[in-house]
């Protein structure tokens, strides 16, 4: 199946037969695979993009979003199987690859952290980039809505977690704040389901839980 470094996976639900996909993408072809887990049998090989897949992220049961170095994220509808939709970052300069993306719990709007400190926000049903922004001064690995899509939470090798107030006008300049700092390069951080806390991990070798407590998160 692959043929270099797996970098991303993300699970899905098939509305079809119920029965749990694996997606993973990476380095060597370039691909996106997907895999019926109760089976173990490949299902789909998705090719398109020209640089290693870096960041996946699968919504309503039939759409894959990822992020590659080529500085594009594509949309993939597994229904066709086919890429529906390409989104390019050379609108901000020359590009930046994209490490990471992420798409809000209705499926409306996708953010993007890039590694040139950027992170962009996109309508998807209007189809229309609504601004891109600098939460960070390195590059950003980690995008996650929070689960009432209120916040963006963002991490960086800058070492610091960021979280952006989603509830203006999304065009306009948006509150961020510093909520969270690690001594080495952030690496992830992930949302509690339901609450408003969230989990870093970093280079440092530590994974750090965040809960908000009198107004901040400690």
Not at 155 to 179: A, C, E, H, W
């Amino acid at each position: 199946m692959h043929t270099g470094t797996i970098r991303d996976l993300a699970f899905m639900q098939g509305p079809d037969s119920g029965r749990s996909i694996l997606i993973s993408a990476g380095a060597g072809d370039c691909n996106i695979y997907t895999t019926d887990c109760q089976r173990g049998k490949g299902l789909h090989a998705l090719s398109g993009h020209t640089g290693h897949i870096l960041s996946l992220y699968s919504w309503d049961g039939w759409m894959i979003a990822s992020g590659s170095q080529d500085k594009t994220v594509r949309f993939w509808d597994l229904r066709v199987p086919s890429c529906v939709r390409v989104l390019g970052t050379a609108f901000n300069g020359s590009g930046s690859a994209i490490a990471a993306v992420a798409v809000d719990p209705a499926g409306l709007l996708l953010a993007t952290g890039q590694e040139d400190s950027s992170c962009m926000l996109y309508d998807i049903r209007g189809g229309r980039t609504m601004q891109t922004f600098c939460p960070h001064k390195s590059d950003v690995r980690s995008v996650r809505f929070s689960p009432c899509a209120h916040y963006l939470l963002t991490g960086s090798y800058d070492t610091n977690i960021m979280i952006t107030d989603l509830q203006g006008d999304l065009t306009k300049r948006l509150p961020i704040t510093l909520v969270g700092e690690h001594k080495n390069k952030v690496i992830q951080c992930r949302w509690h389901p339901q609450d408003l806390s969230f989990l870093s991990s970093s280079a440092d070798r530590t994974v750090m839980l965040w809960m908000h407590r009198a107004g901040c998160f400690k």
